[in-house]
């Protein structure tokens, strides 16, 4: 019993940590989300594998379970929902970045950054 118990342990760990896996619990949890939120929610596991890459379309690295690139579902339309056409994969990173600024912050923030390390990527 216990044997069995542990295979199953093992079994829905490396599960969990699978392309398919990750890609089901994105879908679980903008369900929720969208149930919170009170937005729509009309995705497929085919919208989320339709989005899927391995390289993040906005910083153009690549994405990594446990580090802050990992996959993350971005809603370019908050207010749309959790609709197909309306959301994007991206790194959760580049996530977090836009999530509360505005065009113009980020634009800010880039010239700032230009301007004060002579950097021009």
Request: charged residues 30%.
């Amino acid at each position: 019993m216990t044997h069995d118990r542990e295979y199953h342990r093992d079994y829905k760990r490396e599960w969990r940590k699978s392309v398919t896996g990750r890609q089901n619990r994105m879908l679980q949890g903008a369900k929720h989300r969208a149930r919170r939120k009170g937005v729509t929610f009309t995705l497929t596991i085919e919208d989320i594998r339709r989005e899927w890459s391995d390289i993040c379309p906005v910083l153009n690295v690549p994405m990594e379970t446990g580090t802050n690139t990992v996959h993350s579902l971005d809603r370019i339309n908050p207010a749309l929902g959790y609709v197909p056409g309306n959301v994007r994969v991206i790194s959760f990173r580049a996530n977090t970045i836009k999530s509360d600024a505005t065009l113009a912050e980020v634009l800010a923030v880039a010239e700032y950054l230009k301007r004060e390390t002579g950097q021009q990527k």
